[in-house]
Nanobody, 129 residues
């Protein structure tokens, strides 16, 4: 079980990017999926999460109102639309699944990260001022 995040790049302050998360060998349709980011030398931060039905989404305070998580069942893909990017959003972004829970309001709680699996290579997002 492994996920692959892609779509990162370099943008200017205020710009936008859309990240994609695809799965290898299984469907994401029945799994809660979270987006995380990490700056080298710092703790991993959960930023967004979407339930397996897609009916509920959750965001960390640092990105709420700027980022949107969604899913396309037909493409077995989960997206993270990032708008109004700021330099503090610079990080490697990862996606992972939590097969044991149907909701994820705890996305900002580092203690919950142990429930997530399928961490693959992340994608680098760089926001310059």
């Amino acid at each position: 079980v492994q996920l692959q995040a892609s779509g990162g790049g370099s943008v200017q302050d205020g710009g936008s990017l859309t990240l994609s998360c695809v799965a290898s060998g299984f469907t994401l349709d029945y799994r809660t999926v979270g987006w995380f980011r990490q700056v080298p030398g710092e703790e991993r931060e959960g930023v967004a999460c979407i339930t397996k039905s897609g009916g509920r989404t959750y965001y960390s305070p640092s990105v709420k109102g700027r980022f949107t998580v969604s899913r396309d069942a037909g493409k077995n893909t989960v997206y993270l639309q990032m708008n109004s990017l700021i330099p503090e959003d610079t990080a490697v972004y990862y996606c992972a699944t939590d097969p044991g829970h149907t909701a994820c309001p705890y996305i900002s709680d580092p203690a919950s990260y142990i429930w997530f699996s399928g961490w693959g290579q992340g994608t680098l997002v760089t926001v310059s001022s």
